[in-house]
RNA sequence: UCGGGGAUCGUCUAAUGGCAGGACUGGAGACUCUGAAUCUCCCUAUCUAGGUUCGAAUCCUAGUCCCCGAACCA
């Protein structure tokens, strides 16, 4: 696995400290796997696998009336075909019922939590909305010894469905929805696809999810960027709870979206449940179980999601890639078959009627030790109806009346005859090969372009042959609100060609094996259709082909205009100028501080607005003030250099005073130390609260004597050093300055000013 | 309307103040007993506007656009 987002924060833990990693794939069991778990599957794993860490496989069942033990065994199956192995690490949710339950009386005992006796409607009604505060329920102050009661008895099957429900205890104006005193848990009589009956209450997901981290003794639980409000809520409660070693992290990373595919699980179920497609392992579908079948590898699926990356930009894949990453691996591994999809008989005039001969033929041409059979040569041949051409374009290399091209590993043919019905169709050819031309050399070394792939009527069976493609005919068959996806379905993305003919060898070859039908496509035979008596192939994917057009040939039909809703209207943000202002207002000292800015001190309003919004930063600012420095020079630094400390971590909590921080400045106008050399120390500055004056000395940052010589005497040994960059640069890539600024900047350590850097550097390279 | 995220080639993804790189797609060519594969070359990007800096995709400010969140779902 590549680095990412994540691999660096791994890496940070690690370094501070933290033993090992463990992660997790968790995965309700309600519905089939797709290619998107799949990307978090080898995220997950491939996470535990880089680290010499764990990944537990865990069936987050907390909802007994929508998970099924078929779903627990497919996804196992799906995982384990992936190549991913949990070891003794198989969990569910529901193992810790038990333990959840008590962690909801300590909730609960610590006031955290109570029960709420409200319908649904009126629950849902107070939370309130976006912007729109929400309401306490008139049961928010049970007592503890109520709540305590109440909750047994919820747990004990005293109550019905609906009748109760126990709540976190936070806020319900907070403006994070999900922390509206989220609901723990909830009644339901409905028998558990694992507990059976032993319970009438369930944990809700909020609840659940966290305590099952950390109770597995998870470190990083990774899930996607939906999820990114609930992370406030998956802290509160463990906080609340408390004393967990280690204690786990959410993070978020963007979940995969595919052209011209659906992966919602509710809208592939509508495709399974109307019949558009057969059954959830429909080899169109991008569940892991149709890809399979599909005769996708589980290779080719992890090499796309390596592809793809881990990051928190929301955005579409493009499906050649997948296709990329198919036919990569197919290629590779497959051997070379003769099938043809459409058969147009040619028969070979000049070919004795009883006469066959075996022709050997390479299983890989580019490879001996992959062996060879033989194919049946005759009179009566097939070819693809699709090499032949009444009326050829330009650039036509395959068959056509008077041409001559190479059956391969056969011989030269010619043909000589076309036969039409009454509408025109063709349907037979006649010809003629050169006998001198046995395996497919001409004699004469005259050159033939085009070379076919062809059966014999005696070396051949007939077949099913499935042809797959795209589910959808447009990129985005969600983009439009107004058009149900279902309109945009692919009417071809499945043809069945029940007349097709392959190769004999084919007929004994296992389910799932996987062949190129020469010059046509990756096919796998069946995993459930094909046997020897019934030949069945799927095409996996066909041959890329710069010849023949594909129909989507220009750029993929993007989303549509978005004229949804929520895009129409402007999110307009609470703006950090605003917040700036009302600070102030609260605040009279920070508004007398700002005037004072403007009018004492000459900065811009713009300054003296980003400095005043804090009282740690504009105390610090009027200390920094009292040092003499320019005023001008001490905003300006304050508001690029020293508001971003601040934000790392307030000043009021640094050791750096406001008068060191006016010292520093000073240093750089009175030109003793360059701005370059300044910033150094004052990332040091910050972090000690050490005197400017002596962190010069010690960093050896203060400016040299005599600037330009020490500072050609550098550039001299950079030149010598990089040669290559240098004539690089003199010829004319003047992008390599910042690459010799960086060299140069980094050996002088802020002796000299970046600008007689550059003049000298100028100089020198010409 | 409130809160949380995100904007880099057509697509996906790097660059953590110092040569905007890689992959897919597309284009051109070479080779070819698969119009495949392989090889070579090429096209194309830092959301906008200001600022700081010798130097900004990266830091500061303002703006624009996109996504997610108000199930007793996960």
Known sequence: MSDNFITEIIDANLREGLPTIATRFPPEPNGFLHIGHAKSICLNFGLAKRYGGRCHLRFDDTNPLKEDTKYVDSIQQDVR?????????????SDWFDKMYAFAHRLIDAG????????????????????????????????????????????????????????????????NMLMRDPLLYRIRHATHHRTADDWCIYPMYDFAHCLEDAIEGITHSICTLEFESNRQLYDWVLDAIGGWAPRPRQYEFARLK?????????????????????????????????????????????????????????????????????????????????????????????????????????????????????????RNLFIEA?????????????????????????????CTDVTTD????????????????????APDGRKVKGTLHWLSAPGSERAEVRLFDRLFSVASPEADPDVDFIEHLNPDSLIVQSKALIEKALLTVDSESRWQFIRQGYFVADRYDHGPDTPVFNRVIGLRDSWSQRPDQGRPERAKASTSKSAKKSMTKRKPADIRAAARQQDSGLALAYNRFVQEHGFTEEQADLLSADRAIADFIEEALSSGTAAASIASWAVNQLLVLHRQSSMSQRPMRG????????????????????????????????????????????KAADPSALVGEAIDGLLLEYADETARYRAGERQLMGFFMGQAMRRLKGKADGQVVRTELLARLG
């Open 81 to 93: 075909w992936l190549g991913f192995d949990w070891g003794e690490h198989l969990y569910f949710a």
């Open 258 to 378: 595919l052209d011209y595919t659906v992966m919602s699980k509710r809208k592939l179920l509508r495709l399974v449940e109307n019949n558009q497609v057969d059954g959830w392992d429909d080899p169109r579908l991008p569940t892991i179980a149709g890809m399979r079948r599909r005769g996708v590898t589980p290779e080719a699926l992890r090499q796309f999601a390596e592809l793809v990356g881990i990051a928190k930009n929301n955005t579409t894949v493009d499906i050649g890639k997948l296709e990329y990453c198919i036919r990569q691996d197919l290629e590779t591994r497959t051997p070379r078959a003769l099938a043809i999809i459409e058969p147009l008989p040619l028969e070979i005039t000049n070919w004795p009627k009883e006469r066959i001969e075996q022709i050997t033929l390479p299983w890989r041409a580019d490879d001996p030790s992959a062996g060879s059979r033989q194919v049946a040569f005759g």
């Open 659 to 702: 008068k060191q921080f006016g010292e520093l400045v000073g240093l750089t106008d009175s030109n003793t130390i360059s701005k370059s050399a300044a910033k150094s120390v004052l990332a040091e500055m910050a972090r000690t609260g050490r005197d400017p004056t002596l962190l010069v000395d010690e960093l050896g940052v203060g």
């Open 386 to 414: 699709d090499d032949f051409a009444l009326d050829p374009p330009k650039g036509w290399r395959r068959l056509s009346v008077g041409r001559e091209v190479r059956l391969m590993g056969a011989y030269l043919v010619t």
């Open 112 to 175: 955290l939590a109570y029960v709420d006796s409200q319908s649904v409607e009126v629950v849902r009604e107070q939370r309130g909305g976006f912007g729109k505060d929400g309401v306490d329920s008139p049961f928010r102050n049970r007592t503890v010894a109520e709540n305590k009661a109440l909750f047994t008895q919820m747990r004990e099957g005293k109550f019905s469905d609906g009748t109760h429900v126990l709540r976190a205890k936070i806020d319900m104006t907070h403006p």
């Open 422 to 441: 009454a509408e025109g169709n063709v349907i037979g050819l006649k010809g003629q090969v050169d006998l001198k031309s046995q395996g497919g050399a």
